[in-house]
T-cell receptor
Framework: QKEVEQDPGPLSVPEGAIVSLNCTYS??????FMWYRQYSRKGPELLMY????GNKEDGRFTAQVDKSSKYISLFIRDSQPSDSATYLC????????????FGKGTHLIIQP | DTEVTQTPKHLVMGMTNKKSLKCEQH?????MYWYKQKAKKPPELMFV???????INESVPSRFSPECPNSSLLNLHLHALQPEDSALYLC?????????????FGDGTRLSIL
């Protein structure tokens, strides 16, 4: 079993829909969670960085962490065609010694 | 625009060539990283520099040679590469290595080996 599971998609939704992207993990040492957005031919761009269980909101984006279930989510409200990209979840253990562990990434397509 | 700048954006080289990739950041970060990313895969860690010293080499072949001239610059020297080395090479930085701080990535150099 891989440490971080993420459905690669593609996930296709109509413009304006609420998008839900998810990752599950098995290593309870993961304490810090990130979501990166990667457009084609670009590097990953940090969208959200969270530690605590619960929700963190930034504009149209909400990151949710449930440490008891080892499950994290990214919600995108009022999705736009410009949100079409690959979304990577990433995690760091408590000490940070092992660096980032990435999910495979979910390819998201927002249909105009 | 990202705060981590990588040059060149694209590079095509033969298997006998020697070339270098460059990365620069001015965020005062003391950790810098090289990653390799193949199509439809997440980035794979290659090297970690902490305070300009190489801290991690993830069993990368010697045809890749990293260098950190100062706290803002990171180079990756390439020599005698193989076709399977064609990929997107990403540089990243963070406040400190081996910490909980997030990493910030550049847009990468897309490398093609003929």
């Amino acid at each position: 079993q891989k440490e971080v599971e993420q459905d690669p998609g593609p996930l296709s939704v109509p413009e304006g829909a609420i998008v839900s992207l998810n990752c599950t993990y098995s290593n309870s040492a993961f304490q810090y969670f990130m979501w990166y957005r990667q457009y084609s031919r670009k590097g990953p761009e940090l969208l959200m960085y969270t530690y605590s269980s619960g929700n963190k909101e930034d504009g149209r984006f909400t990151a949710q962490v449930d440490k008891s279930s080892k499950y994290i989510s990214l919600f995108i409200r009022d999705s736009q065609p410009s949100d079409s990209a690959t979304y990577l979840c990433a995690m760091i253990g408590g000490g940070g010694a092992d660096g980032l562990t990435f999910g495979k990434g979910t390819h998201l397509i927002i249909q105009p | 625009d990202t705060e981590v700048t990588q040059t060149p954006k694209h590079l095509v080289m033969g298997m006998t060539n020697k070339k270098s990739l460059k990365c620069e950041q001015h965020m005062g970060h003391r950790a810098m990283y090289w990653y390799k990313q193949k199509a439809k895969k997440p980035p794979e860690l290659m090297f970690v520099y902490s305070y300009e010293k190489l801290s991690i080499n993830e069993s990368v072949p010697s045809r890749f040679s990293p260098e950190c001239p100062n706290s803002s610059l990171l180079n990756l020297h390439l020599h005698a590469l193989q076709p399977e080395d064609s990929a997107l090479y990403l540089c990243a930085s963070s406040l400190q290595a081996f910490s909980n701080q997030p990493q910030h990535f550049g847009d990468g150099t897309r490398l093609s080996i003929l």
